[in-house]
């Protein structure tokens, strides 16, 4: 079964510094991964993806993330944080899932909460 | 283009009783998955439909159902409804499968049930 870790539950910023939010995956086959943000009483966004390919994956907002299998990690990073940062945001691992093969099944890690400060 | 359509957005009922939650998908897109988010137990897969077909399935009791319909839009139903279900229920369509380079999930606003 496939499985993601998500250290640190909370996570405080100075607005303008570095933002570091940190996913280890857990899965036997070739994982898909992506980060999603939630903002109060709203659904998810999603912020960036990796499937095959490039293993440092752009997003929106400023955020990108780095796919390291010999880590099995896949941290996401903002150069600068900004006020409007603060949500929560969860990483997640999908696979070809489901009757066929192509389902839609994501496996999220319990999230982080994005705090920024003046 | 409008966005994934959960109704209703907010949700009260004793225990026992059963609810009915309703996604409509972005036009075009046939595969509809739901997801229930608790503080407990974070976000947990519910079951992903597919051109009326349910696709995959998570670990939930089969008090937990749903459906699609032939215009891809989904309802969700809880039957003997218990403290516990208490949770935002998200909807979430695609176009395909999200673990391809351009298919990304589209979630929507989510319903807040709440069991007493």
């Known amino acids: 079964a496939q499985s993601v870790t998500q250290l640190g539950s909370h996570v405080s910023v100075s607005e303008g510094a570095l933002v570091l939010l940190r996913c280890n995956y857990s899965s036997s086959v070739p994982p898909y991964l992506f980060w999603y943000v939630q903002y109060p009483n709203q659904g998810l966004q999603l912020l960036l993806k990796y499937t095959t390919g490039a293993t440092l994956v752009k997003g929106i907002n400023g955020f990108e993330a780095e796919f390291k299998k010999s880590e099995t990690s896949f941290h996401l990073t903002k150069p600068s944080a900004h006020m409007s940062d603060a949500a929560e945001y969860f990483c997640?691992?999908?696979?070809?899932?489901?009757?066929?093969?192509?389902?839609?099944?994501?496996?999220f890690g319990t999230g982080t909460q994005l705090k920024v400060e003046l | 283009k409008a966005g994934v359509t959960q109704t209703p957005r907010y949700l009260i009922k004793t225990r026992g009783q059963q609810v009915t939650l309703s996604c409509s998908p972005i036009?075009?897109?046939?595969?509809v998955s739901w997801y229930q988010q608790t503080p407990g137990q974070g976000l947990q897969f519910l079951f992903e439909?597919?051109?009326?077909?349910?696709?995959n399935k998570g670990n939930f009791p089969g008090r937990f159902s749903g459906r699609q319909f032939s215009n891809s839009r989904s309802e969700m139903n809880v039957s003997t409804l218990e403290l516990g279900d208490s949770a935002l229920y998200l909807c979430?369509?695609?176009?395909?499968?999200?673990?391809?380079?351009?298919?990304?999930?589209?979630f929507g606003q989510g319903t807040r049930l709440t069991v007493v």
């Open positions: 979430a369509s695609s176009l395909g499968p999200t673990w391809t380079q351009n298919t990304e999930a589209f």
């Open positions: 036009s075009g897109h046939r595969s």
């Open positions: 997640a691992v999908s696979d070809r899932s489901g009757l066929t093969g192509g389902g839609n099944k994501l496996t």
């Open positions: 439909y597919f051109s009326e077909t349910q696709r």
